[in-house]
């Protein structure tokens, strides 16, 4: 199947400081790509549709000042974690979605971050 | 508000038998629901989806089954086995890519 990586798998930075977190698809081109925030125990929980040429479309709830997503090409979206706090350590996952329009989507392994 | 619900964090069962995963979810305009299967600090992996217009999709050990006036959907694992021990999400769309995910549910298979 298709395969979406993420970069880095882990990192740990100071408060303050701002992180980016790519996400590749490796075999198939992705017009769109979804990022996602996951807190311990609990579900996934969409963050913004990363769209290549526009703007990213942002979840009620989610600062676009904080989290700035840009699609740099049909390969690549990065997030970034601007100004991190503690309360920003999370893991942070992607997805595409299929190629042709189906309904499956292809996760990247995540991204731990923890801001000290 | 969580649209999609696992109400079980978390399951045991013994090799061989059947594991029942069980999701719910509120919102009626929902088509499409998927299985997800996730090992720690992985991404999830597609296991297993359902249309709306069906009540079972069987792949497998795997099987969905939907009822759809219920709201509810289970994932059943048979014969279980110990590298099915993983978390396990249910998702649900509307329309379009957006997917609203459960909180997931561990499974142990116990050997």
């Known amino acids: 199947g298709a395969v979406v990586s993420q970069h880095p798998s882990w990192v740990i930075c100071k408060s303050g400081t701002s992180v980016k977190i790519e996400c590749r698809s490796l075999d198939f081109q992705a017009t769109t790509m979804f990022w996602y925030r996951q807190f311990p125990k609990q579900s996934l929980m969409l963050m913004a549709t990363s769209n290549e040429g526009s703007k990213a479309t942002y979840e009620q709830g989610v600062e676009k000042d904080k989290f700035l997503i840009n699609h740099a090409s049909l390969t690549l979206s990065t997030l970034t974690v601007t100004s991190a706090h503690p309360e920003d350590s999370s893991f942070y996952i992607c997805?595409?979605?299929?190629?042709?329009?189906?309904?499956?989507?292809?996760f990247g392994p995540g991204t731990r971050l923890t801001v000290l | 508000d969580q649209q999609v619900k696992q109400n079980s964090p978390s399951l045991s069962v013994q090799e061989g038998r059947i594991s029942i995963l069980n999701c719910d979810y509120t919102n009626s305009m929902f088509d499409y629901f998927l299985w997800y299967k996730k090992y720690p600090a992985e991404g999830p992996t597609f296991l297993i989806s359902i249309s709306s217009i069906k009540d079972k999709n069987e792949d497998g050990r795997f099987t969905v089954f939907l009822n759809k006036s219920a709201k509810h959907l289970s994932l059943h694992i048979v014969p279980s086995q110990p590298g099915d021990s993983a978390v396990y999400f249910c998702a649900a769309r509307p329309e379009g890519n957006q997917f609203y995910f459960g909180t997931g549910t561990s499974l142990t298979v116990i050997p």
């Open positions: 997805s595409a979605p299929a190629a042709g329009g189906g309904n499956e989507q292809f």
